[in-house]
């Protein structure tokens, strides 16, 4: 018989459970709710910025469209870059210098300088003595770092001098050199004094031979002055060596992608990237010299092909402190070596640039090849150090200087300006036009307006450098009443036919002269504006617009 008894507790146990579970369930339900009501998600517009300005300032920073000049190892250094071990490097003469020259000199055999006035004894030490502290009082800003003998002058009492030096504002340890005529006098107690020193270059007679070379080649070209060689500038294209050389070495070859014919920033982004995985790889470059100026540098508004990197670039500072090979010989001896020999050279080809360096660490292939044909932005090469990567690819900024050629217009500029210049950025061109972007930019750079503002900045009748973007030479006329205006087309000689750039670069270039480009103008503009005892920016000094447009500051 069935006990009755047991279905009442088994039905008061199952109304307990599921009251229970209801109660749970209408509370999770409470809960859900308050937090829906009072819950204030993120602003999908800030999140948008901000990840805007991740990926903006850190990657892609330098792809917008931007026509100022790039920043190269010189720049970016917080101080003054160490030589590498090789390298020899001198130190810059200081007054303490001087005076220990001066106990080792032996006064014995040298006479009174007061004997003839009228003659100066040029090879006398004291005459050196006495230049040296001069230059060291009026060039404050140049570190002296050797002086040849002085020789006479066109006069008796006239000395010409060469030296090498460096600006102190240049954080490399490249060397320009620099000669000057000096018209020396005696103290009363017999001493040697300068009277007058002349201006940039003019100690002629000091000048260091030059090494030309023939041109005989070119005989049947037009006439322009013969080729000059600077012996401080070595950029020649470092030979691969034997057969085995080449096949025990390592390398790393990147295929042309996207990157070609973008601005300058861009191809350098992506180059230092693919410099930046070869050293982390331990393997050779192997280096493409051609570079595509893009249009917004070119007369011709058009692409131009072509272009050499050391044109703009000192590729024999980066010979010195990257592993490099020309993609031109690497080709010819990759061909020589498969021609005669059964075994031909390893190769490993990567297609995708999702194949991360550390997966090819340990790869033992002679050459690991980086193909980029997938379509645009896939085939940038800076895509290979973008997510994980960034974390242990090093960007070797300091590999990258700009052209010592271009460095030495710069120097050329400046110290005909006896490095006692002011100077003043401004910025026109499609910004000036473009009122909705820039609404006063026009009319705060027009010429009445820089005259009123730069007499409340700089003293009147200094000498005043303008690096513009400006197209017309007499736009800052009304600013000759006030200054000694310069502009960069007054030093146009510099680069002509007849100058030492153009010789240099038509040999470099096979022959075949070479233009002064938009780029090489922007370069020389900015440099000389960074060697000014007084800068005056377009914006934040001369107009309230800001620097990328309305609303961007």
């Not at 005989?219 to 401080?232: G, H, L, M, Y």
Request: with cysteine.
């Amino acid at each position: 018989m069935k006990d009755s008894t047991t279905d009442p507790i088994g039905q008061n146990l199952i109304k307990v459970i599921s009251n229970v579970c209801f109660s749970v369930f209408v509370f999770s339900v409470l809960i859900i709710t308050v937090i829906a009501i009072t819950y204030q998600p993120p602003d999908p517009w800030e999140s948008s910025r901000a990840l805007t300005r991740v990926f903006t300032q850190v990657e892609n920073a330098t792809f917008k469209v931007d026509n100022s000049v790039l920043k190269t190892g010189e720049d970016v250094a917080s101080s003054p870059i160490e030589a590498p071990a090789g390298v020899f490097t001198l130190v810059p003469i200081t007054e303490a210098i001087i005076e220990k020259s001066e106990e080792n000199l032996s006064n014995e055999t040298l006479k009174s300088g007061c004997e003839d006035v009228n003659v100066v004894n040029c090879s006398d030490p004291r005459v050196l003595f006495t230049i040296e502290r001069f230059n060291l009082k009026t060039f404050k800003s140049i570190a002296f770092l050797d002086y040849r003998t002085p020789v006479n002058g066109s006069k008796p009492n006239e000395c010409d001098v060469a030296w090498r030096f460096r600006n102190k504002k240049e954080r490399s340890w490249r060397k320009y050199r620099d000669f000057r005529r000096f018209k020396i006098g005696f103290t009363d107690d017999c001493s040697y004094k300068v009277v007058h020193a002349g201006r940039w270059h003019s100690g002629v007679n000091a000048r260091r031979p030059r090494i030309r070379v023939d041109s005989t080649r070119t005989s049947t070209r037009a006439k322009i002055a013969p080729p000059v060689i600077d012996e401080e500038i070595n950029d020649t294209i470092p030979i691969m060596g034997s057969d085995s050389d080449f096949k025990n070495g390592r390398y790393l070859y990147y295929s042309r992608g996207g990157d070609y014919c973008k601005g300058m920033n861009q191809y350098m982004w992506s180059f230092l990237c693919a410099l930046g995985e070869a050293q982390y790889l331990n393997r050779t470059f192997v280096m493409d010299l051609s570079i595509c100026l893009a249009s917004s540098h070119t007369s011709s508004h058009k692409d131009e092909e072509g272009k050499d990197f050391r044109f703009y670039f000192d590729f024999e500072h980066l010979k010195e402190t990257a592993s490099i090979v020309e993609e031109g010989d690497f080709h010819k001896d990759w061909r020589k070596w498969n021609k005669a020999h059964k075994k031909k050279i390893s190769v490993r080809k990567v297609k995708d640039y999702k194949v991360s360096p550390d997966q090819l660490l340990k790869d033992k292939s002679t050459i690991i090849w980086r193909q980029f044909d997938a379509p645009e932005p896939e085939n940038y090469w800076y895509r290979v150090c973008e997510g994980p990567s960034a974390k242990y690819i090093q960007r070797p900024w300091h590999a990258v200087w700009k052209s010592k050629r271009l460095m030495n217009i710069v120097t050329e500029i400046s110290g005909s300006m006896d490095w006692d210049f002011d100077a003043v950025h401004v910025v026109r061109g499609e910004k000036a036009q473009n009122k909705a972007l820039w609404p006063h930019l026009d009319a705060d750079t027009s010429p009445d307006s820089l005259v009123t503002k730069l007499q409340g900045i700089i003293t009147p009748w200094r000498n005043l450098y303008v690096a513009t973007n400006e197209p017309y030479y007499n736009y800052f006329d009304k600013l000759r009443s006030h200054y000694k205006v310069h502009l960069l087309d007054d030093y146009n000689y510099l680069w002509s036919n007849t100058s030492e750039w153009y010789n240099e670069t038509t040999q470099l270039n096979g022959g075949s002269p070479v233009e002064f480009d938009g780029y090489m103008r922007v370069e020389v503009d900015t440099e000389v504006l960074f060697r000014a005892k007084s800068r005056v920016e377009t914006f934040y000094n001369l107009t309230k617009d800001c620097k990328d447009g309305i609303n961007t500051c």
